[in-house]
């Protein structure tokens, strides 16, 4: 029997371990905090159920606009929002525990590295924080890396866990920051933005380019920068992080120009770095590139036979929906089953700001780089009927479509709920589906989804 020894109980990690159990393979997890990794503990799941909170609270303050009159002080607990957010991270982590368990799926509770391509020195976990645990080698027909990775910090913008926070610090508030300064304007920024301005923090955005969400479709960042600031957030374009600093019960943020912003906490949301260090891999010759991420092909086979890694360990596309499938795709290539290497042509992903923007296939750069001939349409969902009746006054709905075949090749939806509208554009991406076929399905009436039907009907091939 096959032996998978997988270093990481992620998405990267746990998922790769349920396929290698079911198709017949002998599966041991190693995992240093706990399982659903960094992904249910402190990163995506949190998240998005302190998003969920702030969500509502921003529904209820349009609730006059829908004739409901609310108290004008309606505010969160943040202190039981945050027990609820640990509360459910942990038992989604407990639920991950029960599937592997279910599935025969041997994990040890400790710190891995790899001793050859072949053997994974394991440091077990102790109840006792400072003493490390007994240490053993287990062999391995097969490695899969799925390390995951964590928040950048800088020497001159140290978290104190108190006021000066990574993301994965802030759950430890027990009050609502009164001035929340968030660094970095990439989606995890521009998330937490969202989420505090939603929970009635004041905040202040600290973006170092032009315009938040730098990598993201131009109209959506557009869009959600107009409402930040509608909303009242200060957002501070071409504005880069210096230091950070406490005076007291302040933080100050420096900016590299010298100007200086005050604020009660301080949010770095200066991106990532894998978890590579100290895993051996040099000693093994695993490839890294030079932000030390592993270099890892299509089927996630890295530079060592037998090696594998899935994930953000190895940098493509940093979503737990990727993460799942790279280490699916290890596992299949490794136990020899059919195996579909890895399109990134086809990812769906939203980013939880309030209103949602969620993307699938082609984004408009991806096509100008590519010189495809597209035809686009951009549909405001301002005037979708559902949307009115709703008072929903921001969003878009715009799809890609190949100019001649008019097969749909990538959209975005700008708007509540966008991470489930985006799933009937996901599908025609994904079966490859041309406009009309898009458009000569029925969607109810009056909904939201109309729109995408309606923006399909307006790319009509001629
Ligand atoms: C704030 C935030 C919000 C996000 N929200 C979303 C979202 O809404 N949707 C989405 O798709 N993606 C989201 N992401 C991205 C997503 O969290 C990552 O892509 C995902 O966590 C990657 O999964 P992974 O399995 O590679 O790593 P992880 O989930 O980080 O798991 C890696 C695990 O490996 C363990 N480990 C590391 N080294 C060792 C070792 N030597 N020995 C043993 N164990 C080890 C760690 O303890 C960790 O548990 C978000 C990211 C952030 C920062
Ligand atoms: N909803 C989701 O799916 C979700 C949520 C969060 C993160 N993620 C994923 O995680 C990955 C990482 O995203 P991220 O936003 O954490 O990192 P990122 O690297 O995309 O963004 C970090 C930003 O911080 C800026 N920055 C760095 N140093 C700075 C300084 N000194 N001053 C001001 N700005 C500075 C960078 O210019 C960059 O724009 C992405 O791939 C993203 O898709 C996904």
Not at 24 to 49: F, H, I
Not at 64 to 76: H, K, Q, S, T
Request: hydrophobic share 45%; with cysteine.
């Amino acid at each position: 029997m096959t032996h998978v020894v997988i270093i990481g109980g992620g998405p990267g990690g746990y998922e790769a371990a349920l396929v290698a159990a079911r198709l017949g393979a002998q599966v041991t997890v190693v995992e240093r905090d706990g399982l659903g990794g960094s992904t249910v503990l402190t990163d995506c799941v949190p998240s998005k159920t302190l998003i969920a909170t702030s969500d509502l609270l921003t529904e209820v303050e349009s609730s006059a606009e829908l004739g409901v009159e609310v108290p004008r002080d309606v505010r969160a607990d943040l202190a039981a929002v945050n027990d609820r957010v640990l509360r459910l991270a942990l038992a989604q982590s407990a639920d991950i525990a029960g599937r592997l368990d279910r599935e025969g799926i041997e994990v040890v509770r400790g710190t891995a590295r790899l001793r050859s391509a072949r053997e994974v020195e394991v440091v077990e976990t102790t109840s006792d924080e400072d003493a490390s645990g007994p240490s053993r080698v287990v062999e391995a027909d097969a490695v899969i890396l799925a390390t995951g990775a964590h928040p950048r910090v800088s020497p001159d913008a140290l978290p104190d866990g108190e006021r000066i926070l990574t993301w994965e610090q802030v759950y430890a508030l027990r009050e609502i920051p009164e001035h929340m300064i968030v660094v970095g304007s990439g989606v995890t920024g521009a998330e937490f933005a969202s989420a505090y301005n939603g929970l009635d923090a004041h905040v202040t955005l600290v973006s170092s380019r032009d315009r938040v969400l730098p990598g993201e479709d131009e109209d959506a960042a557009e869009l959600i920068e107009d409402v930040f600031r509608e909303r009242g957030m200060t957002v501070m374009g071409q504005s880069r992080m210096a230091s950070v600093r406490r005076e007291g019960d302040q933080v100050v943020v420096t900016l590299t120009d010298g100007r200086e912003v005050v604020g009660s906490h301080c949010l770095l949301a200066l991106g990532s770095i894998p978890n590579t260090a100290d895993l051996g891999l040099e000693d093994v010759g695993v490839a890294l590139d030079d932000a030390g991420f592993v270099r890892v092909d299509r089927v996630s086979r890295t530079s060592v036979p037998g090696v594998y890694a899935a994930g953000d360990c190895t940098g493509v596309l940093m979503l737990a929906s990727v993460a799942a499938q790279q280490g699916r795709i290890a596992v299949a290539h490794l136990l020899g089953d059919a195996v579909h290497p890895l399109d990134l042509q086809k990812v769906s992903s939203n980013i939880f700001t309030s209103p949602e923007i969620a993307t699938v296939g082609l984004s408009q750069r991806a096509i100008d780089e590519a010189g495809l001939h597209v035809d686009v349409v951009m549909l405001p969902l301002a005037t979708n009927a559902r949307a009115k009746m709703q008072g929903v006054r921001h969003g878009f709905v715009k799809l890609f479509s190949r100019r001649g075949m008019g097969v749909v090749v990538g959209g975005v939806v700008v708007g509540p709920r966008a991470s489930e509208l985006i799933h009937a554009v996901s599908l025609a991406v994904s079966a490859s589906l041309t406009v009309d076929q898009v458009a000569d399905a029925f969607t109810v009436y009056p909904s939201m989804s109309g729109s995408v039907a309606e923006a399909a009907r307006s790319l009509h091939p001629r």
